[in-house]
């Protein structure tokens, strides 16, 4: 459980969080024309090329009569006096297929801008035109075949209790479920949540969360990113397309929006998610470089200097983020970005010093962390003048630090030292690609990666067979990770495209070299059909503190064991069919089955200890690599995009996640939870004298089996006054069923210049108590439960100008 997890449930709100918002509807008010007339602009490229499209056509076709605009020499277009709403657009070119984008929010408090990406037609004479369902879902990234899907962080808000964190909306996604919902790690398909990859800009960085869940750990309680800085990206959850490297279960590839070029927009928001202020805008008149800027600091610290204490015997929880995009043009052909996200935190429990309130062992105990987590990069995009190739390199400097302690109170209530935990991960990551595109058939894509790791790591603590104190781990220096890849794009027709690459990556620290082929094929038999199928071989590195952990020899000398141990890796195969079977509805299904080996196993006699079943830690374990484990399983999804006021989307799962240990017998992982099944829906209401104005409704929930464990052996547990686990039954038992709903409702206000939103989103509403863990107390010398967070809401307010 993450650190502000445990804060709130455990001190403060026993199960429950409350959150309050400020605002008021005379917060702002702006003298303006009493009409709502908006600009919707945009850019149209073609998508393998980046290179603009001039004279293609943009139609508005919900609106009667029709309006339209055509794109510029550099591809951009404005429709002007757009009253707020929600308009579909139709965009054409000769000798393209035809892009459709349904329900395109425009507003007041903000200009809409959008960048279409067209498709070259194979065939000429005949016209194509995709689905506009198939179109709204197709991912980013032109090479994913299978298993990928393109997010909006500002289209997120209708998922209830999505919290504007791609994360937890990613919970109603097929495959997809979370560990423990104080949390915003996932599990996809099986896999632990540390075999997911974050990528910003095309380089990877550290989990971008507050109070992160350790070591290796991929989520957190908070999320850093904004809505207000991230833009249409990309989530993968199987047969990643080759250049995505070091990955195992997912990858978020996340991708920044660029400010206002035409004039300065401002934001302020109020929640519990803290108080949050944004401002963008060009540089200069008739200059497409813009700047945009997120800043956002914790309203639980405001609350408290004004006396509203919401937690007790704790810290109270800090954190704040920035966020930041300035986008540079340098000419037609040249862009420079420089972009950075990152945030601090800090959180604790404090121990009371009265015995006859200890109910709980852990009363006696106090402890603390203290984070910080950023990336900052440059992104260089260049175009040729062969209208055909276009290069991208971005240089970043990511770093990730944490120092966590924890401290126990003695007879005379001086806290004595039990845990110290504190490491720091700086790295200089560079990325660099060539595309080219041959002709309208093939499409050719190489780059290189590399990064320069530097290290700073200790762990310290009692041991707890022996309570004395010790070090695990002590080291610090540096060491470097390369990987490079190769695709190729083939469209035998409009109909037929088949996707394949190599991807090979190089560990320096102990010399480990793998190459990695992935395939994808796609056949659209008919316009409302698709099928596809995906292959690869994926790996992933351990964090490092695993290959260095130190342990002391027969004769007294201190080893590394695991520090050569090799890459964990997984053979992907995922096989799917599309069906839009109706306007804006579509059906989708995959089956997959993933084969891991490599995977490293506890060499103790008679553990079943493998890192499939762990999310974060400091190992104190030796490691081999003779570990196996395999997910299979199929999903079903059904979903309508949103139009005519409404939308949905259901999903379904049933998978088996098992490995071994090297010994030939299969078990359950932690998180064979073997079903799950997601409904999410809303309905948008608009409203006013002018219909300008909007009430929305969403709902969803989450259904899924528990959790695996390892039984506890109670009566060795009371003999040693410590928990002893049943380790042959390793997993053989599973949590109580978990089930969620969730609830949020959006109010937002159109004015002349000004637009206001007020929303209340409601985590839990039915204020279940999920089990999250049962354990044995040494205090009261029981098995106990521990359970997840009860119903939490989170009001919100936010004022665009």
Request: aromatic share 12%; with cysteine.
């Amino acid at each position: 459980m993450n650190r502000l997890s445990q804060v709130l449930n455990k001190k403060g709100f026993k199960g429950q969080l409350y959150v309050f918002g400020l605002g008021g509807l005379g917060l702002f008010l702006f003298l303006g024309p009493e009409a709502l007339a908006q600009t919707l602009r945009g850019r149209v490229i073609d998508r393998d090329t980046k290179n603009p499209l001039p004279g293609a056509n943009v139609v508005v076709i919900n609106l009667q009569p029709p309006r339209g605009a055509v794109t510029d020499a550099e591809g951009y277009f404005e429709l002007q006096g757009l009253p707020p709403g929600r308009y579909d657009l139709r965009i054409s070119f000769l000798g393209y297929e035809d892009a459709r984008l349904n329900q395109v929010v425009v507003g007041s408090g903000r200009e809409t801008a959008l960048l279409v990406e067209m498709t070259e037609r194979i065939n000429k004479l005949d016209e194509i035109t995709i689905s506009a369902s198939r179109d709204k879902e197709k991912p980013l990234n032109e090479m994913a075949t299978v298993s990928a899907r393109t997010f909006n962080l500002e289209e997120a808000q209708r998922y209830a209790a999505g919290f504007n964190d791609p994360a937890r909306m990613a919970l109603s996604f097929a495959g997809v479920a979370t560990a423990n919902d104080a949390s915003n790690e996932i599990v996809v398909r099986g896999n632990s949540a540390r075999g997911l990859l974050w990528r910003a800009e095309g380089v990877e960085i550290p989990n971008p969360n507050h109070f992160s869940n350790g070591d290796g750990g991929t989520g957190g309680g908070i999320s850093i990113l904004s809505s207000q800085v991230v833009g249409q990206s990309d989530f993968l959850t199987g047969a990643f397309p080759a250049e995505y490297g070091n990955a195992l279960s997912g990858v978020f590839d996340l991708r920044l929006r660029k400010g206002n070029p035409r004039k300065r927009e401002f934001a302020l928001q109020l929640g519990v998610l803290g108080l949050q202020a944004s401002f963008e805008g060009p540089f200069r008149k008739g200059y497409q470089g813009s700047y945009l800027i997120n800043y956002r600091y914790s309203t639980l610290v405001i609350l408290n200097a004004l006396g509203l204490r919401l937690v007790k015997n704790a810290l109270v929880p800090v954190f704040q983020d920035l966020s930041y995009n300035i986008h540079l043009p340098l000419g037609r052909r040249r862009a420079f970005s420089i972009w950075g996200i990152g945030g601090i935190s800090q959180a604790g429990n404090v121990a009371v010093k009265d015995s006859l309130q200890w109910q709980v062992r852990s009363d006696r105990f106090e402890d603390r962390m203290g984070q910080s987590v950023g990336a900052t990069g440059l992104t260089y995009l260049q175009t040729f003048s062969n209208e055909k190739t276009y290069l991208k390199a971005t240089v970043a400097f990511t770093t990730e630090s944490l120092l966590y302690t924890i401290d126990s109170l003695n007879q005379w209530y001086e806290p004595r030292n039990a845990y110290r935990h504190r490491y720091s991960y700086h790295a200089v990551r560079s990325h660099v690609f060539l595309n080219h595109k041959a002709n309208v058939q093939h499409i050719l894509r190489a780059g290189i990666y590399y990064s320069q790791l530097f290290y700073n790591l200790i762990s310290e603590g009692l041991i707890p067979s022996t309570n004395v104190a010790g070090i695990f781990l002590d080291e610090q220096g540096h060491t470097g990770l390369l990987q490079a890849y190769g695709q190729w794009k083939w469209r035998l027709s409009d109909r037929w495209e088949i996707n394949s690459g190599i991807h090979s990556l190089f560990f320096l620290l102990n010399r480990r070299w793998r190459m990695e082929p992935r395939f994808g094929a796609l056949w659209r038999p008919a316009t409302r059909h698709a099928f596809s199928v995906g292959s690869g071989l994926h790996s992933r590195l351990e964090p490092v503190s695993t290959y260095l952990i130190r342990f002391p020899s027969v004769t007294g000398e201190t080893l590394q064991p695991n520090r050569d141990l090799d890459l964990t890796r997984s053979w992907h195969f995922v096989v799917g069919y599309d069906w839009s079977f109706a306007e804006n509805t579509r059906l989708k299904t995959e089956l997959y089955y993933q084969h891991l080996f490599k995977v490293p196993v506890d060499t103790t006699t008679g553990s079943s200890l493998c890192v499939l079943n762990v999310n974060a830690e400091v190992p104190r374990t030796v490691y081999n690599n003779r570990g196996m484990g395999r997910n299979y399983g199929g999903e079903l999804t059904v979903e309508k995009f949103f139009s005519r006021r409404y939308f949905f989307l259901i999903t379904g799962s049933l998978f088996q996640s098992q490995y071994h240990i090297g010994d030939g017998r299969w078990r359950n992982t932690r998180f064979n939870a073997r079903y799950m099944f997601n409904a999410l829906g809303g309905y948008e209401l608009p409203w006013g004298r002018k219909r300008q104005h909007t009430w929305s409704v969403n709902m969803r929930m989450i259904w899924r089996g528990g959790n695996r464990y390892t039984p506890i052996d109670t009566a060795a547990s009371l003999q040693q006054n410590r928990e002893v686990l049943i380790q042959q039954e390793a997993f053989t038992r599973r949590l109580p069923d978990f089930f969620r709903w969730d609830a949020s409702t959006i109010l937002k206000l159109n004015f002349p210049r000004w637009a206001l939103s007020v929303s209340l989103e409601v985590q839990n509403i039915t204020n279940r108590q999920n089990v999250n863990r049962y354990f044995f107390d040494p205090y009261t010398r029981e098995v106990r439960t521990a359970y997840m967070f009860g119903v939490t809401p989170v009001l919100n307010v936010k004022v665009e100008f």
